[in-house]
C-alpha cells in the first residue's frame, strides 16, 4: 500500500474512532500534500510525501521551540502530538553506525578535504538518507570531518 493511501485510511479510521485530534494531524498532512500537488501539477509518490511530512515536522520542531520558550505549555503539547502523528508515516531511522558508514563512503567519493567542499558531499548524502536521518545533524557530523 502506497504511503498515500495508507494516510487516507487512518483518516477514515480516526473518523470512525472519533479521534478529532489525530484526525485534526492528518488533514493538516492530506492538505499540505494535496496543495503540494496543486502547486506543482504531480501525483505525490512515496519520495515526495515523506518530503512533505519532513517541511511539516521541522515546523512542527520549530513551533515547539517557541512556545516552550514563551512559556505556552499547552501549544507545545499540541505540537508534540501532530510530530507523534507525523513521524507514525516516516521510514525507519537510520543508526548511527548506517549515518557515519554513508559519511564515510560520501567523502571518499567525493574527495572533499576542505570545509568549502562539504556542498559536494552533502549532494552525495542526502537522496541515500532523505527520510530516514536528520540533515542538520548529517551536517554537523560532516563539517567535524571536514575541519580536521
Same mark, same amino acid.
Given at each position: 500500500?502506497?504511503?498515500?493511501?495508507?494516510?487516507?485510511?487512518?483518516?477514515?479510521?480516526?473518523?470512525?474512532?472519533?479521534?478529532?485530534?489525530?484526525?485534526?494531524?492528518?488533514?493538516?498532512?492530506?492538505?499540505?500534500?494535496? !496543495?503540494? @500537488?496543486?502547486?506543482? &501539477?504531480? +501525483? %505525490?509518490? =512515496? /519520495?515526495?510525501?515523506?518530503? $512533505?511530512?519532513?517541511? *511539516?515536522?521541522?515546523?512542527?520542531?520549530?513551533?515547539?521551540? !517557541?512556545? @516552550?520558550?514563551?512559556? &505556552?505549555? +499547552? %501549544?507545545? =503539547? /499540541?505540537?508534540?502530538?501532530? $510530530?507523534?502523528?507525523? *513521524?507514525?508515516?516516516?521510514?525507519?531511522?537510520?543508526?548511527?553506525?548506517?549515518?557515519?558508514?554513508?559519511?564515510?563512503?560520501?567523502?571518499?567519493?567525493?574527495?572533499?578535504?576542505?570545509?568549502?567542499? *562539504?556542498?559536494?558531499?552533502?549532494?552525495?548524502?542526502?537522496?541515500?538518507?532523505?527520510?530516514?536521518?536528520?540533515?542538520?545533524?548529517?551536517?554537523?557530523?560532516?563539517?567535524?570531518?571536514?575541519?580536521?
Amino acid at each position: 500500500m502506497s504511503l498515500k493511501l495508507r494516510i487516507n485510511e487512518d483518516m477514515k479510521t480516526a473518523m470512525r474512532a472519533k479521534d478529532s485530534a489525530r484526525l485534526g494531524a492528518i488533514r493538516l498532512l492530506m492538505a499540505a500534500m494535496k !496543495q503540494r @500537488e496543486v502547486d506543482e &501539477r504531480i +501525483d %505525490l509518490d =512515496d /519520495a515526495g510525501v515523506i518530503a $512533505v511530512i519532513e517541511k *511539516m515536522l521541522k515546523q512542527r520542531k520549530d513551533s515547539i521551540t !517557541q512556545y @516552550e520558550a514563551a512559556k &505556552r505549555q +499547552d %501549544l507545545a =503539547d /499540541a505540537e508534540k502530538f501532530e $510530530v507523534d502523528v507525523l *513521524m507514525a508515516y516516516m521510514p525507519q531511522a537510520l543508526s548511527t553506525a548506517e549515518v557515519e558508514a554513508i559519511i564515510d563512503k560520501a567523502l571518499a567519493d567525493s574527495g572533499a578535504k576542505a570545509p568549502s567542499e *562539504m556542498g559536494k558531499v552533502i549532494a552525495l548524502i542526502k537522496p541515500q538518507v532523505a527520510g530516514r536521518a536528520d540533515m542538520g545533524e548529517i551536517s554537523k557530523l560532516v563539517k567535524a570531518r571536514l575541519g580536521n
